[in-house]
T-cell receptor, first 115, second 114 residues
Framework: DAGVIQSPRHEVTEMGQEVTLRCKPI?????LFWYRQTMMRGLELLIY????????DSGMPEDRFSAKMPNASFSTLKIQPSEPRDSAVYFC?????????????FGEGSRLTVL | GDSVTQMEGPVTLSEEAFLTINCTYT??????LFWYVQYPGEGLQLLLK?????DKGSNKGFEATYRKETTSFHLEKGSVQVSDSAVYFC?????????????FGKGTMLLVSP
């Protein structure tokens, strides 16, 4: 079975450039989450969707970050313009019926380096 | 708000040693508790869970007991292997809202040497 698929796995860009991270959740899952992982702050929830609708984006650090889910099989996280402090591993995760069962299925992450 | 506190790592052990990784939490209501594991270069995956007080979650030789009186969910394994080297995350889900989300601890790295 295909898991959560993220692309790119690695991205190196220069400050000021636009970055787009992509995620394909597991088919049939109705929740999608974007997390950011850094050494300093650990794992932070940025935003999550239910049935393609954003439910809580309070974790999005600032207006430079935006996320969309145009359909049940695709989501993007965009950073424009990017800054060095955005360097992190960004994870997408999906689940069925929210996290009440506790099992989020994570992708392998997108490692972003902003120079 | 909800929070999870884990012991700082790295935890360095020799193979076959006993493992304990401490986790305490703060939450309103009656959360469900989880341990996730992240192997190098991979995403997190669920290791075990417990949904009510005194429940014991177990998987792959790991165990954790939901202790409401001490608000703890410590992870234990009797004999670790080199392949257990990973980062372990404690998490809770309050489930009190219509859409429950997971709150993660900062993670504890475990390094097991042969």
């Amino acid at each position: 079975d295909a898991g959560v698929i993220q692309s790119p796995r690695h991205e190196v860009t220069e400050m000021g450039q636009e970055v787009t991270l992509r995620c394909k959740p597991i088919s049939g899952h109705d929740y999608l989450f974007w997390y950011r992982q850094t050494m300093m702050r650990g794992l932070e929830l940025l935003i999550y969707f239910n049935n393609n609708v954003p439910i809580d984006d309070s974790g999005m650090p600032e207006d430079r970050f935006s996320a969309k889910m145009p359909n049940a099989s695709f989501s993007t996280l965009k950073i424009q313009p990017s800054e060095p402090r955005d360097s992190a591993v960004y994870f997408c995760a999906s689940s069925f019926r929210g996290t009440d069962t506790g099992e989020l299925f994570f992708g392998e992450g997108s490692r972003l380096t902003v120079l | 708000g909800d929070s999870v506190t884990q012991m700082e790592g790295p935890v360095t052990l020799s193979e076959e040693a006993f493992l304990t990784i401490n986790c305490t939490y703060t939450a309103t209501g009656y959360p469900s508790l989880f341990w996730y594991v992240q192997y190098p270069g991979e995403g997190l995956q669920l290791l075990l869970k417990a949904t009510k007080a005194d429940d014991k979650g177990s998987n792959k030789g790991f165990e954790a007991t939901y202790r409401k009186e001490t608000t703890s969910f410590h992870l234990e394994k009797g004999s670790v292997q080199v392949s257990d080297s990973a980062v372990y995350f404690c998490a809770l889900s309050d489930g009190n809202s219509g859409y429950s989300t997971l709150t993660f601890g900062k993670g504890t790295m475990l390094l097991v040497s042969p």
